[in-house]
């Protein structure tokens, strides 16, 4: 199935899904260089956006200039990884046909180390470095985009038909 | 797909009262700190929810509507749980910060916060974090909720009636390959 309105909407929901991901990559390195020019009100607005999402202790996040990023390593670790699947989902899906929504098995897999590292910490069986917590979270990122892209653009879809139907029906028939 | 439109409100507001009750609660509400644990995963209940009440296949986009709907829902849980609890969750949250003796390394937006310098208390501040919170959640359930199609919105396709119809649509069923 390749025609040109699916291929516009795949096309559409995948560029802003690349732009709103380059923004929010951007604003987590622009709350620490904000912070470093002495900006301080608009870097605690930025760390203040990404507070309900992340526990942003200092020690477990990377540093920019000297001060933590907008979010620890391991929710970086899932951001990146969304933008490096998200690159890599024209070669692996191409932006012609409909996404279709990855397996619950993919699913299960790819969270499964940072499921297990995570709990870990949580239980206190070990304290895991944060480039392992970056690689976790990056595992589990990169999987996310291929889920996110099947349900924005089955959502486009849907409301499209609906929205047909509904003229369809309004319109008056044949006299 | 003459297929009835679901009905996303009722899922949305058990599962987001719920995740959004979880994510105001000291020490549980710091499930949100692993991947937006409390509004992922109430966004999939919520489609768990969605897919007793629903006949057919749900599509991928009803997870995503049924989960946004359900991390709004939850935002706004959450802001109106955390109001009463809000100074204790900073005398908490200081005293952890204290132990773990990491002030210094402190973001800016919370060293202000623990110094009383930023009014987080006043409405203003949490309209901000509401609308803040309710963005956010919105996304991630919106994630969760697709997450939640491919894990419990998979049940077997209804009869198609007898006599003519057209050609139902090709069910939105998760594949192998990522």
Not at chain 1, 56 to 70: I, K, M, S
Not at chain 1, 78 to 107: C, D, H, M, N, Q
Not at chain 1, 158 to 171: A, I, Q
Not at chain 2, 45 to 59: D, E, N, R, S
Request: proline content about 8%; some cysteine; hydrophobic content about 50%.
């Amino acid at each position: 199935m390749s025609d040109a309105p699916l291929s516009r909407t795949v096309r559409a929901a995948f560029i802003v899904t690349a732009a709103g991901t380059a923004l929010w990559l951007l604003a987590i390195f622009l709350a620490p260089w904000l912070a470093g020019r002495g900006a301080a009100g608009a870097a605690r607005f930025v760390y203040a956006v990404f507070a309900p999402v992340c526990h942003q202790v200092p020690g477990r996040c990377f540093a920019l200039g000297g001060h933590p990023l907008a979010v620890c390593g391991r929710c970086l670790g899932i951001y990146a990884g969304f933008a490096a699947g998200l690159a890599l989902y024209p070669f692996v899906r191409g932006l012609s046909s409909k996404p279709v929504l990855p397996s619950a098995r993919t699913f299960v897999l790819s969270i499964l180390p940072l499921a297990v590292d995570g709990s870990a910490g949580v239980l206190g069986l070990w304290r895991s470095p944060i480039g392992l917590r970056f690689v976790t979270g990056f595992a589990w990122g990169a999987v996310l985009p291929f889920f996110f892209l099947a349900g924005a653009v089955d959502l486009v879809l849907t409301r499209r038909r609906r929205r047909t139907r509904g003229d369809l029906e309004k319109s008056p028939g044949p006299k | 797909m003459n297929q009835p439109k679901p009905e996303y409100l009722r899922p949305a507001l058990i599962a987001g009262a719920v995740a959004g009750l979880l994510s105001g609660l000291p020490f549980i509400g710091a499930g949100n700190c692993i991947c937006c644990l409390w509004i992922v995963g109430g966004a999939a209940i919520a489609v768990k929810l969605l897919a007793g009440q629903t006949p057919g296949l749900l599509t991928s986009g009803d997870g995503a509507i049924v989960g946004a709907l359900t991390g709004i829902v939850a935002a706004v849980v959450d802001t109106l749980v955390k109001i009463p609890l809000q100074r204790y969750n900073m005398e908490l949250a200081r005293r952890i910060l204290d132990t773990l003796d990491i002030e210094s390394g402190m973001p800016a937006g919370l060293d202000g916060l623990f110094n009383g310098a930023t009014g987080a208390l006043t409405p203003g501040w949490m309209l901000l974090g509401l609308f803040i919170s309710a963005a956010v959640y919105a996304v991630m359930g919106a994630l969760g909720g697709i997450i939640g199609v491919s894990l419990f919105g998979r049940k077997a396709a209804p009869q198609p009636p007898a006599g003519p119809a057209a050609p139902p649509a090709p069910p939105q069923g998760p594949t192998d390959a990522a």
